[in-house]
């Protein structure tokens, strides 16, 4: 009965684990797509539903040229 519930326990932590680096990716993707001029909504939900590297192939797919931006905008790393 006790190693039933340790194997469980382990389980629910393992998968509990790999949920949050799961969400932590999509954030961190978001975050760039924000970031590119992406809305962060949209690129977090692709993540998730999809995968965070599908999410960062359609932020460089989908990132608005930079040609319309001034020098300065396009100087600058923020």
Known sequence: ???????????VLVMGSAAL??????GATAHWGEK???TFWKTFTLSFLLTPLAGALAV???????TGRTLAHTA???
């Open 76 to 78: 600058s790393r923020g």
């Open 21 to 26: 680096i799961w969400v932590m990716l999509c």
């Open 60 to 66: 460089l797919a989908f990132k608005p040229s930079r």
């Open 1 to 11: 009965m006790l190693h039933s519930f340790l194997i469980w326990f382990a389980a």
């Open 36 to 38: 590119e001029g992406l």
